[in-house]
């Protein structure tokens, strides 16, 4: 089923979807997604299609049972529309958001782009989202084994100085607490498509900055545990002053690596793409090496200090098995979903079970870091 859905989304639907703008094109898997997600019908349908279950998949992490290792990235369902078709699709978790304190309509469009030779999307939202509460509302009583994470990030304004900015991040973890129906944080330092003036937004992710957010967030007592959504593009030297800040707080429990790539001179760019693209920053191939290292780094510094969990060019089953070999429990993905089909996470996971047999593991959490 997976090989049939497959090829009739690389070769007929996804070259309809393409002749029509990606800012349109998410909008409309939003809306409808949204729609048959409220169908027990079509969710069975879907689940039966394309979800894959395995044992040998499923792990408990802080405290949380995963299903499988394979989740949605925060930023494509930023409003929580897709909370119940999700599941159907064979996702293990998903994070909604990232969503701030306050409501923000997104940067002037276009938000969104593709590359298709490069295997990436150009993205320029800047926390496109309805507001926590609106967002978090929407939230009924998970029935299902999926889990849910929110991503949260400072509200995309002009602020006077950081301690400002601050205060607005904390405002919607404060808000956040007061809403269920969810089991995860990431705490989102490292989006590229912010307002940035006088580089307020760069100093949440510089040791200094992190260390006042956390000291802040420590003191909310949260009732779940946060992971960090990292940036890309730092040296060694640089992650590691990061990760010495936040292994200092018990509540962080992970670390995800990476958001978006910035580097315009990447030679995995098609050379034609990379002229043409305008403004925003990259996901997909270009983030994969960097971010395989960053998460290979981290493991080699910390084994099990934090659940790690990769991100970035994940494509195929393959894909996630070297992330998973670098050192992630966890495995997220937006652009290959887009790029292969919604199917193609059924396809990974049962390709990861072939995998782990082949290498003579019986259970995923045994070939976590072995190539670290
Ligand atoms: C359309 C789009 C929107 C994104 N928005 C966010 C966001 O709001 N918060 C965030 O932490 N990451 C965001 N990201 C980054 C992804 O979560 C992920 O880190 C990155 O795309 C690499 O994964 P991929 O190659 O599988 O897409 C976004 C990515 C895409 C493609």
Redesign the pocket.
Known sequence: MYQFTGFLYRNIVKKILFLFSADKV?EFFLRNGNTIGKSKIIRKIIEKSWSYKNESLEQTLCNLNFINPIGL????D?DADLVEILPSIGFGFH?I??VTHEPYMGNPPPM?GRLPKSKA?L?N?G?KNKGIKEVLKKLDQNKTKTLRGV?I?ATNKVYQDFTAMLTDLILGFVEAETFNNFDYY?L?I??PNVTNINNISNLISSPVGLNQTLENLNKLQLKRPVFI?MPLERTEAELKELMDVASQYQFIKGL?F???AKDRTNPIFNKNEIAKAGKGNF???P??NQ?NEALRFAYRQYHDRFVLVG????FTAEDAYLKIQYGASLV?????M?FMGPQQIGTINSGLVELLKKDGYKNIKEAVGKNA
């Open positions: 998410h990235s925060a930023g494509f930023y994070t958001g990232t969104l999307l993205v939202k926390f991503s990030g990431e989102n490292s989006c959504k995800i990476s958001n978006l996901s997909g191939k983030v994969e971010s991100v970035g060019g994940v997220q993905l937006i652009t290959g887009i």
